[in-house]
Every structure is written in C-alpha cells, then in structure tokens.
C-alpha cells in the first residue's frame, strides 16, 4: 500500500542490512575507509564499534562489495558459538566441503585452505559481527588464528564488529596479546542532524521515490531528536509515518504525524524493535510496583539536586552544577582524531525491569568560557529582555534521570540559571527543572556560541 501510494520500488526504510541502502555520512566513510586500509595493508586485527543500530552490519556489507575477486570471506553473523563451532562454519563459507569435526583437524584444514589460496593469489578476511558476544577463551584461541601466515606475510584477516562494550572485553588482562594485536580500531557514531535528513531522503531515492522530499523540514528535526541519529530507530519511525501518510492521503509527512507516530505506536504502553519509546504521560492503572519503584526513586535523586543546587532564586546565582553525559566514549585505539560523537540514545532505550533506578548525577562542569557563549536571555521582568517565546526552538526527548540543567550542559557545554528560566518559560507544564518524567518531549532554545558573545544581567 505505502509503496504504491508514494510511488516505490521497494520497502525505503526495511531493517535488513541491504549495502545498496549503505550511507556514506562522514562517520561511515571514515570507518569504511580504516577497513578498507587496513584489509589492503594485511593489518591482521580490525575493530569496529557503535551502538546498537548504528549501521555496522550494512557498513560490513558495504566492505564487502568493494573487495574484487581476488578476496575470499566467511561471515559469521551468530558469535554466540564454540571455537570449534566457528571453525566450522568459517570453513563451510569458504567453500570447504564437510568441514572436520576435531579442532585440530578444522586448524590444518584452514591452514591448507589459506597456503592454497596465498598460491593462487587470493586474500582472505573472516568477518565477525557481535563480536562482545564471544568468550574470553574463544577470543584467545582466535588470536592464535593469526599465526597461520609465512614469513613474509599474513594469510588471514580478521575484522571484529560489536557493540561499545566489546572495547571492554580487548581489554581484558587476559587477552592483552590479543588487544595489542588490533591495529585498526574506528567506533561508529550517530548521524548528525542534517546527516539523519541526508540519510532518509537518499534511502527514498534507492527506493525510487521520483521526489525524496517527503518528509518536512520540521517532522525531520523531531526524527532526529526523538531517534538521536540511530539509523535503525530512523527506520522504524520513518516506515510508520509513511503509513500514516498514505492512510490520510497525504504526500508530505508533517511533524504532526511523526509526534502522533511517537505518542501511539511507540508509546511508552508497548515497546517496539530496537527499544525507542514515544513520550506519554504515566498512569496509576499502568504503573507496576516496579514502576512506582522506579518514580520514587527518581524522585528522590531529583530532591537530592535541589537540596545541592540550592534553589533559593539568587539575583546573581552562579551557573548551575550538572554532571557531564554519562555515556561510553568512542574507542578509537591509537588512531588520532577518531573521537566519535556523543551518542547514545537514553530515551530510546527502555530500562530493564531488574534495573535500579536511575540516578541523577551531579558533578562540576568543565570550565566553558564565557565570551563564547551567547547566553539565554532572561524572560524574568526584572532584566526586561525579551520573551521566551520569542525564541528559536528545537525538540529533544527526555531520557531516564535527565533535568533542564543536564540537557543544556550537554547541548551547550554550560547551563546557567537564565538558559533554564528560559527552558522553564517555554515548557509552562514543568513544575520541577530537575524532575521530568522521561519521554516527555522538551522545547530547548536555539542558543549560539560566538567569540562576541553578550552577557545577561
């Protein structure tokens, strides 16, 4: 029905890693260029990280089209097997007919397999995705893969894709040989956001869309906002508000629909793949004893910042103290300039119910000069500046724990008592600048940095 009524080849937003789907934004280019060079270089160990959803697998593939014939590869998709397990599959995708059921046999056979292939001028990679789901002891025994080489040269390639904690695993004590091993490391980010309106209209154009100018400026900025830039969660979203479209017989998606799409078909009543939850307002019918739990206990993290930022109202206050964004940095080993964003989605992902409750962290921010940022100008009458209302604004999704001050000092690097007034006056339903239920869809002004900044009174 969607396909027909826009006019589509195929499925714009399917969730299978499909290469000729493949993005280049700069985090995928990079990433895909380390590979590459890495691969060319016979480097042995490769790594590549990124969160859940982030393009890895489709990044894979993509890697794999670029390689001519000359290379030969076994992919292995199920990591969560035996060292003698992934022997034999490995072999079996390299074309080894009744791989040998003893270790030590499948060992020689790879080895045969690898000088015939050195003979006859071939490379050979072996690609593992979810790659923090293998063992200690299978990682070790995959390190000694890599003594199958001549003198001159290695015969094999490994290339390692996971999530952000298989950085965790490589560092390990006991697998120091294996993490010193790894000459390219790249962790892979989310899209920014004009790489998120970038990425929709290009996967509309693969589809066949005739105008890839579907969706509207606005309904693309709440994407990205509600999604934080994970292409997986882009799908999701985008797939359900095409339908939506095409039920109203509409040929543009408006940001009305997207936040309609949000508020019920991913709505914190139900949860759906890749765990994003839309805004919606809790109630007492569906809280269970281990939701009320959790409130409480955000609750009192939330009276606990109170009690620290001392919310007496100052004339004068100095900027308020908010913890930086508790996420796991990019792992980029020893590659210089490889830091990836920020990006974990916290209010995209539900919190287990065998999880405490999250806690509000509140910690001295980095020193942020001054003249570099264009402070909020207050909406207080006394300073006389002008309206809240009268700012630019764009939409953020609240995660778990997460207050006015914290979003701004991870927005802007700084959260000042104004900048929150200023939150506060465009959010007229807030009550509490340090407790939002999650999943409540925050407008935030367009605050700018410039070295002329002004300050507020």
């Known amino acids: 029905m969607v396909n027909n009524y826009f006019n589509l080849a195929e499925d714009p937003f399917s969730v299978t890693s499909d290469a000729r789907f493949f993005f280049n934004s700069e985090g995928h280019e990079e990433a895909l260029a380390h590979l590459v060079f890495g691969l060319k270089q016979r480097k042995g160990f490769m790594a590549l990280t990124g969160e859940v959803g982030a393009g890895k697998t489709?990044?894979?593939?993509?890697?794999?089209?670029?390689?001519?014939?000359?290379?030969?590869h076994a992919f292995l998709y199920n990591s969560k097997v035996s060292f003698l397990e992934l022997l034999r599959f490995v072999l079996y995708d390299l074309g080894v007919?009744?791989?040998p059921e003893q270790k030590v046999e499948c060992i020689r056979a790879l080895n045969s397999f690898l000088l015939q292939s050195s003979d006859a001028g071939h490379e050979v990679v072996i690609i593992i995705d979810e790659a923090q789901n293998l063992s200690e002891d299978t990682l070790e025994e995959i390190r000694l893969l890599s003594?199958?080489?001549t003198y001159s040269r290695k015969l094999l390639q490994i290339v390692f894709a996971g999530q952000p904690e298989f950085g965790g695993v490589l560092n390990s004590p006991k697998l120091q040989q294996l993490n010193q091993r790894v000459a390219i490391r790249y962790?892979?980010?989310?899209?920014?956001?004009?790489?998120?309106?970038?990425?929709?209209?290009?996967?509309?154009?693969?589809?066949?869309a005739a105008d890839a100018s579907i969706f509207q400026p606005a309904a693309l900025r709440l994407i990205h906002g509600a999604t934080r830039g994970i292409p997986r969660l882009i799908n999701q979203v985008c797939s359900v508000a095409l339908l939506q479209a095409?039920?109203?017989?509409?040929?543009?998606?408006?940001?009305?629909?997207?936040?309609?799409?949000?508020?019920?078909?991913?709505?914190?009543?139900?949860e759906v793949a890749g765990g994003l939850r839309a805004p919606a307002a809790a109630s007492a019918g569906w809280l269970s004893w281990k939701g009320v739990a959790a409130v409480l206990g955000l609750a009192l993290a939330g009276l606990s910042v109170v009690l620290v930022l001392r919310w007496d109202r100052a004339p004068d206050p100095a900027p308020i103290a908010s913890g930086p964004v508790d996420s796991r940095p990019a792992v980029v080993g020893d590659e210089p300039g490889l830091v990836a964003e920020d990006q974990p989605i916290q209010a995209a992902v539900p919190v287990p119910e065998s999880a405490p409750a999250p806690q509000a962290r509140v910690e001295a921010p980095p020193a942020v000069p001054e003249e570099?940022?264009?402070?909020?100008?207050?909406?207080?009458?006394?300073?006389?500046?002008?309206?809240?209302?009268?700012w630019k604004t764009e939409t953020v999704l609240v995660g778990p724990g997460e207050s006015i001050s914290y979003i701004l000092q991870r927005r802007y690097g700084q959260a000042s008592w104004d900048m929150v007034q200023v939150v506060m006056q465009l959010n007229p339903s807030l009550t509490n600048p340090d407790i939002i239920q999650r999943g409540t869809l925050l407008s935030i002004p367009l605050f700018t940095t410039t070295k002329a900044a002004e300050t507020l009174p």
């Open 58 to 72: 489709t990044l894979l593939n993509a890697l794999l089209d670029q390689l001519d014939a000359n290379w030969k």
């Open 147 to 149: 003594n199958l080489e």
């Open 246 to 270: 095409a039920l109203a017989s509409k040929r543009r998606v408006s940001e009305e629909m997207v936040r309609h799409v949000l508020e019920t078909e991913f709505s914190s009543h139900g």
């Open 187 to 208: 962790h892979l980010g989310a899209l920014k956001p004009a790489e998120t309106e970038e990425y929709i209209q290009h996967r509309l154009r693969v589809a066949g």
């Open 97 to 99: 007919e009744d791989p």
């Open 372 to 390: 570099q940022l264009v402070r909020a100008q207050s909406s207080h009458p006394a300073t006389g500046s002008k309206l809240a209302t009268d």
